[in-house]
T-cell receptor
Framework: NAGVTQTPKFRVLKTGQSMTLLCAQDMNHEYMYWYRQDPGMGLRLIHYSVGEGTTAKGEVPDGYNVSRLKKQNFLLGLESAAPSQTSVYFC?????????????FGPGTRLLVL | AQSVTQPDIHITVSEGASLELRCNYSYGATPYLFWYVQSPGQGLQLLLKYFSGDTLVQGIKGFEAEFKRSQSSFNLRKPSVHWSDAAEYFCAVGNNAGNMLTFGGGTRLMVKP
């Protein structure tokens, strides 16, 4: 039982390049989330999904796209990377919070955009 | 919209001393409240959570937190801090729809020997 895994762990991009971050969970969770973490700002929600084939915008969605083609995977895409997207990205998964569970977090992906 | 404020960006305590980290939230209904800890270069680990019932919640590693509705607070406490507690601590509030956590900016804890 690996929990939540993220690929890659670290990446350097040049401005304008694209990339996809992969998140996978093996807990059969319906809900999945992508956050970014910046110093002094905590974690901010980028996009989330409440089930396979559905996605929704969070607090800071601009410049990102997501897809949830399979229940266990949640992809985060950057079509044209900008230096402002330098951050640490965390994926999480959960059952609905009303079931008194919490979100389980992956180890993070550190992204540097030059 | 929900929000969380952690007033203290940095806190330094001596090993063995008591600790209290402050968290204030804004949410229209009864909130779901969480404390997470993050060690350097690591992901977030849940310390404790409050959904309903007893307002004093016990968590892992000897931490506890008290929900005070009248003060919109959910402060984290530990009676005796260990050097291994040095980390960043995040308070979060969840909405009743069950699909979103809002985090505070975090408090970085340093422990002096």
């Amino acid at each position: 039982n690996a929990g939540v895994t993220q690929t890659p762990k670290f990446r350097v991009l040049k401005t304008g390049q694209s990339m996809t971050l992969l998140c996978a969970q093996d807990m059969n969770h319906e809900y999945m989330y992508w956050y970014r973490q910046d110093p002094g700002m905590g974690l901010r929600l980028i996009h989330y999904s409440v089930g396979e084939g559905t996605t929704a915008k969070g607090e800071v969605p601009d410049g990102y796209n997501v897809s949830r083609l399979k229940k266990q995977n949640f992809l985060l895409g950057l079509e044209s990377a900008a230096p402002s997207q330098t951050s640490v990205y965390f994926c999480a998964s959960s059952t609905p919070l009303a079931e008194q569970e919490t979100q389980y977090f992956g180890p993070g992906t550190r992204l540097l955009v030059l | 919209a929900q929000s969380v404020t952690q007033p203290d960006i940095h806190i330094t305590v001596s090993e063995g001393a008591s600790l209290e980290l402050r968290c204030n939230y804004s949410y229209g209904a009864t909130p779901y409240l969480f404390w997470y800890v993050q060690s350097p270069g690591q992901g977030l680990q849940l310390l404790l959570k409050y959904f309903s019932g007893d307002t004093l919640v016990q968590g892992i590693k000897g931490f506890e937190a008290e929900f005070k509705r009248s003060q919109s607070s959910f402060n984290l406490r530990k009676p005796s801090v260990h050097w291994s507690d040095a980390a960043e601590y995040f308070c979060a509030v969840g909405n009743n729809a069950g699909n979103m956590l809002t985090f505070g900016g975090g408090t970085r804890l340093m422990v002096k020997p």
